[in-house]
């Protein structure tokens, strides 16, 4: 399996939505090296990728995957970061391996209870067929990407930027289609119910988040004791790569102290 380790410090595997693909994530993943060490990977049905995948266990693969990384990573446990459809993953992950989480970062992450939407379910009926107005429809996001900037001009060049990497590092519908497809054979209100490990959830504004509704993230501050949830202004569903250097600014100090804290109960256990 391809994996992307950089920095050093407290370790932290970020994990992609349904897009598929680690670039996307970059802005975020530049700024986490520069404090911690980060290990990523785009999605395991991803060619890119070079990992194993099963049809058949679907959805699982992805958790496993997750276990892969640290292990060829040489990592014990570390920070589990999940964004957008990857908090699902992570989430689980969490649950199924408690002993390689040191604590879970859900970003923009969609809630165990979600079901796809009328929008959603529009698209899951011929992905590859309706492809191009999955793009146009994209084209909403500019609102957020225009709040995080300064001004006009810097809209445009963080528009161009984001657009050269979707073309750049394209998704499949067909592959997101199934993605979301997977969850509906997992049952995971239950399967996350027995998180205790400490939480971290960021948001964007509600105004500016057009894909996760925020309401819907905050959801996890309901399900589990040890949640803290942070907003990042003037961002919605985009704010890890919108603003990275704030998003790096959150996550890494409550990775840190997660560590810290988990690491001083094992040795006092």
């Not at 894909?211 to 819907?216: D, G, M, Q, T």
């Amino acid at each position: 399996m391809k994996i992307v380790d950089r920095g050093g410090g407290t370790p932290i595997v970020v994990i992609p939505g349904a897009q598929g693909r680690w670039e996307w994530m970059k802005p975020a993943i530049d700024a986490l090296a520069q404090r911690c060490r980060v290990i990523t990977f785009s999605l395991a049905d991803e060619p890119s990728a070079d990992a194993r995948f099963d049809p058949q266990r679907g959805f699982w693969c992805y958790v496993d995957q997750v276990r892969d990384a640290l292990d060829a990573a040489g990592v014990r446990r570390a920070a589990i970061c999940g964004v957008s459809y990857g908090g699902l993953i992570a989430a689980v992950f969490a649950a199924r391996y408690p002993d390689r989480a040191s604590s879970l970062v859900l970003v923009s992450a969609l809630p165990p209870s979600w079901t796809p939407d009328r929008r959603v379910q529009f698209f899951l009926r011929a992905p590859r067929l309706l492809s191009p107005l999955f793009v146009i429809s994209s084209l909403r996001l500019y609102t957020e990407i225009a709040a995080a900037s300064q001004s006009v001009a810097g809209a445009v060049r963080a528009g161009l930027r984001h657009a050269s990497c979707v073309i750049g590092h394209m998704l499949s519908p067909r592959r997101m289609a199934r993605r979301v497809r997977f969850l509906s054979s997992v049952d995971l209100p239950k399967e996350v119910a027995g998180v205790t490990l400490p939480t971290l959830v960021v948001t964007g504004e509600p105004r500016l988040d057009l894909i996760v509704p925020v309401r819907a993230t905050r959801e996890y501050s309901a399900l589990w004791p040890k949640t803290r949830v942070e907003m990042i202004a003037n961002t919605g569903h985009l704010g890890l790569i919108t603003r990275p250097e704030t998003f790096a600014s959150i996550v890494v100090p409550f990775a840190e102290r997660a560590e810290w804290d988990d690491s001083r109960s094992r040795r006092l256990g």
